[in-house]
C-alpha cells in the first residue's frame, strides 16, 4: 500500500485545500519582523519569550527532541494541544458527515466517541472481551466496513488497563491497508515498558500513534501531544490546524521537561508507580467487597466492587476522588482508582477499608 492511497482516504474537500501559510510559516525570522501584526515590544514579563511574536507553529526544538526519544524524525511527529486535538483532527481530515465511520472496541477512551459525534460520523463499535477486557481482533475486523475510515485502539486501554498486543496491531493495519488508517493511543505505553506501536509505523503507511506529555512526563497542564505517522499524513493535518497551536512557554516548559535528567526522571517515577500499582492491586484482590481488579499496564486501576456507587460517593465524602466508571458500558460497577504517590495510596487504602467494612 502507498502513501497516496492512504492519503485518498482523507475527505477530498481537505485535500483540496490550499492551507492557510500564517506569517511565521512564510518566513522565520528577520533582523526586522514586519509581517505579521505583532507589537513590536514584548510585554512587561516576557521571561526570555519573545511572547509579543507568534510561536513556532511546529517548534523544531521540541520536535526533534521527541521524534528522538519515538525513534522518528522530525517530519513524522505532528505537534499538538494534547493527544486530544489530534484525535480531533484525524476525525475531521477523514470522516465525511453521515458517510463515514469511526471503529471503536469499548469501554474504552471516550474522547474517540465524542469527536466523532461532533463531526456528524457514525461510529462502530466492537466491544471488548466481556471476560478478559482484550480486544476482539475477528470482531474488530468485521464491523470494519468500507465505511469506516478511522480505527482507534487505546493501548494500554483507558479505563481497562490492558494492552493491544502489537500482533494484533500489524494484522488489522495490513487487513485494512487501502481503506482505513488504524490509530494506536499510546498516552500511557512508558507505564507498560514494552515496545511502542510506532516500531511498526514503517511497514504500515496507514498506521499512526498518538502519544502525549500528560501522563508519565507529567505535563497535563502543558498540553502537548503528538501523532506519529507518515510524513504527509503530518501535511495533510497541519492544513485543518490552526495556525499556532502550542503556546511558547508551554513549549519551553516541555523543552526543558524532556531533556535527559527529565528522562531519567521519568523513568525512575514509572518504576515506583508500576511498583506501587502492583502492591495496591493485590491487596484490593483480598478484600472482600472488591470483585475484581483488572490486570494494568498503565497508571491506574480498574476495579470492580460489590457496591461501587457507594463507595464512590463515601470516598468521596472522605476526601478520596476516583473515577465512577458507571457510564461505560460493561463497567457499571467499577471505579478507576489512579495510583498517586505512596501517601495518597496509603490515604486510599486506609478510607477504602474502612468503607468496606462499613455495613
Ligand atoms: C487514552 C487517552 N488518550 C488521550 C488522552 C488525552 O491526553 P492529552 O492530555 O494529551 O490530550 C487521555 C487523557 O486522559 C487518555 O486517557
Redesign the pocket.
Known amino acids: 500500500m502507498s502513501i497516496e492511497q492512504v492519503l485518498a482516504l482523507a475527505r477530498a474537500e481537505v485535500r483540496a485545500l490550499s492551507p492557510y501559510v500564517s506569517a511565521r510559516m512564510e518566513a522565520g525570522r528577520a533582523a526586522v519582523m514586519l509581517n505579521a501584526n505583532e507589537s513590536p515590544w514584548p510585554p512587561r514579563e516576557d521571561n526570555g519569550l519573545d511572547l509579543h511574536r507568534y510561536p513556532e507553529p511546529q517548534p523544531e526544538g521540541l520536535r526533534g527532541r521527541l521524534a528522538a526519544l519515538y525513534g522518528l524524525t522530525s517530519e513524522q511527529l505532528l505537534l499538538g494541544?494534547?493527544?486530544?486535538?489530534?484525535?480531533d483532527l484525524l476525525v475531521r481530515a477523514f470522516c465525511r458527515p453521515d458517510q463515514d465511520a469511526v471503529a471503536i472496541a469499548p469501554p474504552?477512551?471516550s474522547?474517540y466517541a465524542l469527536c466523532t459525534a461532533v463531526q456528524g460520523a457514525r461510529l462502530v463499535t466492537a466491544p471488548l472481551s466481556a471476560e478478559s477486557f482484550t480486544v476482539r481482533a475477528e470482531a474488530l475486523r468485521e464491523v470494519c466496513q468500507d465505511e469506516v475510515k478511522l480505527v482507534f485502539l487505546?493501548s494500554p486501554?483507558?479505563p481497562t488497563g490492558g494492552r493491544v498486543p502489537l500482533e494484533v496491531i500489524d494484522h488489522l493495519a495490513t487487513e485494512l491497508s487501502g481503506r482505513a488508517l488504524v490509530i494506536v493511543?499510546e498516552?500511557?505505553i512508558e507505564y507498560a515498558q514494552s515496545p511502542s506501536a510506532a516500531t511498526l509505523l514503517s511497514r504500515h503507511p496507514n498506521l499512526g500513534v498518538?502519544r502525549?506529555?500528560?501522563?508519565a512526563w507529567a505535563l497535563?497542564g502543558v498540553?502537548?501531544?503528538a501523532l506519529l505517522a507518515h510524513a504527509d499524513i503530518v501535511t495533510l493535518l497541519q492544513r485543518i490546524m490552526s495556525p499556532y497551536p502550542l503556546p511558547a512557554p508551554c513549549v519551553a516548559l516541555a523543552l526543558a521537561a524532556v531533556d535527559e535528567p527529565g528522562e531519567q526522571l521519568m523513568y525512575e517515577r514509572v518504576r515506583r508507580i508500576i511498583e506501587q500499582r502492583e502492591q495496591l492491586a493485590s491487596r484490593l484482590r483480598a478484600w472482600s467487597g472488591v470483585q475484581e481488579v483488572l490486570p494494568s499496564q498503565a497508571n491506574f486501576l480498574c476495579v470492580r466492587f460489590t457496591e461501587a456507587e457507594r463507595v464512590y460517593r463515601q470516598l468521596g465524602e472522605c476526601g478520596v476522588l476516583v473515577r465512577n466508571l458507571c457510564r461505560y458500558p460493561g463497567l457499571a460497577d467499577a471505579l478507576r482508582l489512579s495510583i498517586g504517590t505512596a501517601e495518597d495510596n496509603a490515604r486510599l487504602v486506609d478510607v477504602l477499608q474502612r468503607v468496606l467494612e462499613a455495613p
Open positions: 494541544r494534547g493527544s486530544d486535538e489530534l484525535i474504552t477512551f474522547m487505546c486501554n483507558n493511543d498516552a500511557y498518538l502525549t506529555l500528560s501522563k497535563a498540553r502537548i501531544g
